[in-house]
DNA sequence: GTTGTAATTAGCCATTTAGCTTATTAGCTT
DNA sequence: AAGCTAATAAGCTAAATGGCTAATTACAAC
């Protein structure tokens, strides 16, 4: 739960998220859409990845991420815990 | 927006938020809960309060602090966002 | 105004992080 | 197996971060 709030505090991260709601895409058409190098990028994704925020499927010579909505329910779960005074403290 | 997601990347800070979830507290009794100095309290709390994500208001000579729950509904209308297909991309 | 208490700010240090460039791995294709 | 493409890993650097101690502000009470 850590290695998630952590991955989500950089705003490229999130980009990234942002992008994958619209569809499931491969390391270079994630990288295509942001000014920095490619691996930067496969460096964020790793981030993600081991946050359990996206999910990595090979298919071929390309790897395709999808946006896991498991792990961000979870942590919209985590969230509404905080405003629900009733939960458990 | 921002500086909600980086504010939240640090374990202490969603301690501290946890531990307002049971009504506001002063700074010396959010401290007490922790085993880091004060001054180091004092500046993950101006950092939360930054963030929006508490409110600070002086009481005679402390300063009480209480949980923004508005911010934190943000934070989760944002996350929403993102497990939710229809929404604006 | 001086003393005392609550809290923050300033200044320093070690660690982490995000970026880059240059290897290296994994899987096609010929 | 040799070459090509997709992607990650390695190694480096500058900047950000979280911790500490010491100094400073803010208010109350004497």
């Not at 290695?3 to 990288?31: M, Y």
Request: charged share 20%.
């Amino acid at each position: 739960m850590n290695s998630a709030f952590r991955a989500l505090a950089d705003p490229t991260r999130r980009d990234i998220i942002e992008l994958l709601r619209g569809g499931s895409l491969t390391s270079g058409e994630i990288a295509q859409h942001f000014p920095v190098a490619w691996a930067t990028i496969s460096r964020h994704l790793a981030i993600l990845r081991d946050a359990g925020l996206i999910l990595a499927e090979r298919h071929g010579q390309q790897i395709v991420y999808e946006l896991n909505t498991t792990v961000v329910e979870d942590l919209i779960h985590h969230l509404m815990g905080w405003v629900k005074p009733g939960a458990q403290p």
